[in-house]
């Protein structure tokens, strides 16, 4: 009778799949890089109530929260091209969109998704520090932004590490979804070497042990960064 696993496919298989695991972590770090900042303006353009920028804001915020993201890969991949066409027409601008890699697509898409999300995250946090100590920090003379730099921002993210760490690793997660568009990362490659003995059973769990291996790092990697920002919490910077 044939095992039910085949064990010695599943070890061989390991070093192909380990050499894209650098795809998809390049995926996460450039994506949440760029969704820090994202969040971090939508999440102030909120809480300062900027005219027109808020409304902007808000839109961007729905559209992203009620739509999936594959819906939003797919948009970018097949949207941005087109937007560059008509421009290239109408002003005449020189620009080669077949020779736009396609993980500039999930980059695009991966880091307005999750700047949407963290931008809710930034604003609860800093919301969450008492105004008292913005108030103190004008009146002895700093700028806003002075204050927010030294005394709001080291406090709230002791508030929004745990949440972070959540977001960090839906997004490694999330970077399955990459291959959707042709970009091989760990996901992509185990539909490939699945597809090549119909073995794809094994492929998957081998791919998953994967992707929970790299999760639980990072677990331990946010948790210990949570210990080191204990001292901002409460004003003790």
Not at 86 to 107: E, K, L, M, S
Request: overall charge positive; glycine content about 6%.
């Amino acid at each position: 009778m044939k095992p039910i696993l085949d064990f010695q496919f599943m070890v061989s298989i390991v070093p192909e799949i380990l050499k894209v695991v650098p795809i998809t972590l390049n995926i996460t770090i450039v994506a949440m890089l760029f969704a820090l900042v994202i969040g971090l303006i939508t999440a102030l353009v909120r809480i300062y109530k900027v005219p027109v920028a808020r409304q902007i804001a808000m839109l961007y915020l729905s559209f992203t929260r009620g739509t999936p993201l594959l819906v939003q890969i797919y948009l970018s991949y097949y949207g941005i091209p087109k937007l560059l066409d008509y421009t290239h027409a109408y002003y005449g601008w020189n620009i080669d969109v077949n020779g736009i890699p396609a993980i500039v697509f999930i980059y695009f898409a991966f880091s307005l998704n999750v700047g949407a999300y963290l931008s809710e995250t930034i604003r609860a946090a800093i919301q969450a520090i008492d105004k008292g100590q913005m108030e103190a920090a004008l009146s002895i003379g700093m700028t806003t932004w002075q204050a927010l730099r030294r005394i709001v921002f080291p406090q709230a993210l002791a508030v929004a590490l745990p949440s972070f760490g959540n977001t960090v690793i839906s997004l490694i997660k999330d970077t399955s979804l990459a291959f959707m568009i042709s970009v091989v990362e760990m996901m992509g490659e185990a539909k490939i070497l699945g597809a090549r003995g119909l073995q794809f059973f094994e492929v998957y769990i081998v791919v998953a042990l994967i992707y929970w291996m790299i999760c639980i790092l990072v677990e331990r990697m946010i948790a210990i960064l949570e210990k080191r920002v204990k001292h901002f919490e409460g004003g003790k910077i």
